[in-house]
Structure formats: structure tokens, C-alpha cells
């Protein structure tokens, strides 16, 4: 078995359907639509808007396919990096502890996305989360993957569970309450552990920090996850803190999504 | 009233547990650190593997499993310092180099299509052994110097049998046809052999030897 496994080889059964990045920024009825939101417009995630239920129904099928993806991007950590060389076996083990995680993940998501009324391969699947995984330092690696992609599972997990508050449906908010407390402790390993590795190189914390904002503006969604109130998914600050974000970070988070936002309706 | 001062025997009439064992300190260390080193390997691989198996239930299931060994190598990692082994890399070794081989020939089939192979290799050949090599170990060595060795390899052997039943089970429902008994077949064949030079995950004498050496007579 090959060391770092390129993602348009991900293994998929015929239900899934992959869509590049490209295709979506190019389809004809505009990203967000071809992203699963049925709206031109931005409004935050609600049972009363009219394609509430659908939207929240794409959204639970990409935190589906995001599962896997994550679940593949933490198994290849556990492969791609020698111990003691270029990682300690405490950071493998973390990433064992996370496979784990991401497997109950895709559990409760496909099992939520049929409670929800949708099915496997309804909505396209787009590489970009394991794209992340690939880095070929795992310190940048940890960084994009832990403390962005699994940042932004914060913000997505919180958002459905005030849905499912709203919706009435006390089984959608369970589940996501649980994924949160799972994704907290993510994003704090991705903390954690660029903390430790980068302890005596300001360089590569640098490298690490800057490798986490190109991932964070990549799924800024054009502005599609922020503080305003009208941000389909809600940066989530008190969960942040929590797994280890300082105000300031989360501060350049959210106005990272503020100025992306203007650039797309500019 | 109880009378507290009427004597009881140390032990209760149904402990029946006994002092010798089988092996001592560094020996102990020695197959502790040989086993650390198999779980890692093998977290590691089923890591490696989920995004080369296209079947969803399969990759979930190397997820799960996943850690499951990973938190082995942490709990035979701890108990190496607890026999005198500071320095616990020292010990995180192969016993041999047809071990190291084996793990080479069990990772080396990454194609899509190969995921009978994946599981073969793990859960008709390694996980067997290694049930066998714990097995041994907790039945052989002292049950009252050596428990700790004892209840880390109880916790570990309830993983492996849930396990291998759940590997053994999705091998079952991957075959469907002759040929893919074949294949199973063969690749565990092959991994058998290395397996048999290597003498087990912790070398010759990995469950014991149970020959009766006889002195011919003249």
C-alpha cells in the first residue's frame, strides 16, 4: 500500500456520484445551488423557510460524505507518517481514536439523512475535505484537517442541532449534540498537537497557521458560514473556545466569511 | 456478634489461583514489546485501507477496528515501564524478520478490488495468531505476580474475538463465487507460511511447545 493516497482515488461503491470542485463553481444554476441549497439567497437555516427541509437534507447528506472523508483522512495519517521520525506514536493514536469517531459519524449520519427522507448519492460528493488530509506534513495536515475542516463541523453540527430544536424532531438534535462533543475534542487534538510539534519552530506554526487559513477561505462558502444572522451555517464561538480557538482567531474567521461574502455579491 | 478475631485463611477456599508462571520479568517485557509492535502495525494498516475499500459497511468497520488495536499498543506500552522497561522503544520490536515480512506481504494489496485480501490477511491469519499468542500468555503466566499482564490481555482478547467474528463475517458475505474462495485461499496460504517461519507474533515459542522431548534408550 502506497504513502499518501491521492484523492480522486478514493474508493466508492456506483451510488456515489464525485463532483469536482471545478463543476460546482461552473454549474450553470450557480455554486450554492449546485451545492444542495436550493436558494440564491443566504437565510440561516430554518424549518419555516420554504426549502428549509431540503436544504437541511443536502446539508445532511455533504455531513455524510464529509464523514467518510474525514474518516479516510485520519485512517492515512495512521499509515502515511513514520514514528518517531515525522510523528509521535501518541498523535497516531489520536487519529486511531478519531477513525473511530468518523466510523459512528457516518453511522448517524446515514442513518439520519434516512430519517430525513434522502438517500445515498441524491447529492453530489466533493473531494475537497480528503483533498486537505494529503498534506504531506502532518503538522500543516492536522491543521487544515483538525482545526479548519473539523472547525467548521463545529459550526455545521451546532446549526443542525438548533434545526432539529426548531423542527421538533428530538432525534436530530440528540444525534448532533453528540457529533459535537466528538468534534470539540477533534478540533482540540488539531490544536493540541500543533501546539507540541511546533514548540521550538515558529516557521512551520507559521507555515501550519497560514496552510489553515487557505482551507478555512475555501470553505468560507462565500460567506456561507458566519456571524451574521442571516449565515446559513453559525460560526459557533462558545464550542470554539473550547477546542482551543483564541478570540482573535475566531474574530479572523468571522471576518473572513464577511469579506468573502462581499466579494460574491460584489 | 461476629467474632473478628477468629482466623481466616489467606486465600478463600474457591481462589485457587497459583504463584509459578511461565515467564519472568524480561521475558514478560520482551513478548510485551513484540506484541505492541504487531497492534501498531496493524492499526496502522487498517487506517491506511479505508479509503481503498469501496464497501461502505467494510470501511466503516476498519474504522472501528482501527482503534481498537491502536488502544492495545497503549495499553502494552504502559505496562512495559511496570517491567523495567524505561525506554519502552527498545522493546516495540518485530522478534524476527520474517515478521517484519509478514506485515509486508498483509499490507501489500491496496486495489479496490482486493478487499477480500484486506480482511484475509487480518482476520483469518494475524488475529487468529494473536489470540493464540494471548491466550497462551494469560494462561501460562502468574496469575497473582503477573495480573496486570492478565487483565490488560482479558480487556484485549474480548476486542480480537469481537473482532475477528465481525472480520470473519464480512469475508463470509464478500465470497460469492468458487473463485473468490480460491483467492482467500491462496493469499491466506501464502501468509500462513511467512507466518510459520516468523513462529507467531512473538517468534518460536509464541503459544509454547507441546512436544514431549523423549532420551532415545540404547
Redesign the interface.
Known amino acids: 500500500m502506497r504513502k499518501i493516497f491521492p484523492a480522486e482515488e478514493l474508493a466508492r461503491d456506483s451510488r456515489f456520484i464525485r463532483q469536482t470542485n471545478e463543476q460546482r463553481l461552473n454549474d450553470p444554476r450557480g455554486a450554492r445551488v449546485a451545492g444542495g441549497n436550493t436558494s440564491e439567497n443566504l437565510a440561516k437555516l430554518t424549518p419555516e423557510l420554504p426549502n428549509g427541509p431540503d436544504r437541511a437534507r443536502a446539508l445532511m447528506h455533504g455531513i455524510f460524505v464529509g464523514e467518510i472523508q474525514a474518516l479516510e483522512g485520519a485512517g492515512r495519517t495512521c499509515w502515511d507518517f513514520e514514528i518517531g521520525d515525522e510523528v509521535p506514536l501518541a498523535l497516531k493514536m489520536d487519529m486511531a481514536r478519531q477513525c473511530w469517531d468518523e466510523a459512528r459519524h457516518c453511522e448517524i449520519s446515514i442513518s439520519l439523512a434516512e430519517h430525513m427522507g434522502t438517500e445515498l448519492g441524491e447529492y453530489a460528493e466533493n473531494g475537497l475535505l480528503y483533498e486537505a488530509s494529503c498534506n504531506p506534513d502532518p503538522v500543516l495536515r492536522l491543521t487544515g484537517v483538525n482545526r479548519a475542516l473539523e472547525g467548521l463541523a463545529i459550526d455545521v453540527f451546532n446549526t443542525m442541532k438548533e434545526f432539529g430544536n426548531m423542527a421538533g424532531d428530538p432525534v436530530l438534535e440528540f444525534c448532533e449534540d453528540w457529533m459535537l462533543a466528538d468534534e470539540v475534542t477533534h478540533v482540540k487534538m488539531g490544536s493540541d498537537w500543533l501546539r507540541r510539534l511546533t514548540q521550538n519552530d515558529k516557521e512551520r506554526l507559521d507555515k501550519a497557521l497560514e496552510f489553515q487559513k487557505v482551507v478555512d477561505r475555501l470553505f468560507s462558502f462565500n460567506g456561507f458560514r458566519g456571524e451574521d444572522d442571516d449565515s446559513p451555517i453559525q460560526l459557533t464561538r462558545r464550542f470554539r473556545e473550547l477546542a482551543g480557538f483564541t478570540d482573535d482567531e475566531i474574530d479572523e474567521i468571522a471576518d473572513m466569511s464577511r469579506d468573502a461574502r462581499a466579494e460574491a455579491t460584489a | 456478634m461476629t467474632d473478628i478475631k477468629r482466623p481466616r485463611e489467606p486465600f478463600a477456599p474457591w481462589d485457587r489461583r497459583s504463584l509459578p508462571g511461565l515467564f519472568d520479568v524480561d521475558e514478560t517485557a520482551r513478548r510485551v514489546g513484540h506484541y505492541k509492535w504487531v497492534e501498531?502495525k496493524l492499526?496502522?494498516?487498517?487506517?491506511?485501507?479505508?479509503?481503498?475499500?469501496?464497501?461502505?459497511d467494510v470501511?466503516?468497520?476498519?474504522?472501528?477496528h482501527?482503534?481498537?488495536?491502536?488502544?492495545h499498543?497503549?495499553l502494552f506500552?504502559k505496562r512495559l515501564p511496570e517491567l523495567r522497561e524505561m525506554k519502552t522503544?527498545r522493546l516495540t520490536v518485530p522478534p524476527n524478520e520474517h515478521m517484519v515480512e509478514f506485515i509486508e506481504a498483509m499490507?501489500?494489496?491496496?486495489a479496490?478490488h482486493m478487499t477480500i485480501e484486506k480482511l484475509v490477511g487480518v482476520y483469518r491469519v494475524l488475529i487468529p495468531h494473536k489470540i493464540a499468542a494471548y491466550t497462551y500468555h494469560r494462561n501460562g503466566t502468574s496469575e497473582i505476580t503477573d495480573m496486570p499482564t492478565i487483565r490488560i490481555l482479558d480487556f484485549i482478547l474480548q476486542d480480537e474475538f469481537n473482532d475477528w467474528r465481525e472480520g470473519e463475517m464480512l469475508i463470509q458475505s464478500m465470497i460469492e463465487s468458487p473463485e473468490e474462495v480460491e483467492r482467500a485461499m491462496v493469499h491466506q496460504t501464502k501468509l500462513e507460511k511467512i507466518m510459520l517461519a516468523a513462529g507467531g507474533i512473538a517468534g518460536p515459542g509464541s503459544i509454547g511447545d507441546p512436544y514431549v522431548e523423549v532420551v532415545e534408550q540404547n
Not at chain 2, 487506517?47 to 481503498?52: E, I, L, S
Open positions: 501498531i492499526f496502522e494498516a487498517l487506517g491506511g485501507w479505508v479509503a481503498t475499500i469501496p464497501e461502505l470501511k466503516m468497520r476498519l474504522g472501528t482501527c482503534y481498537h488495536h491502536a488502544w499498543a497503549d506500552d522503544e499490507t501489500e494489496p491496496e479496490g
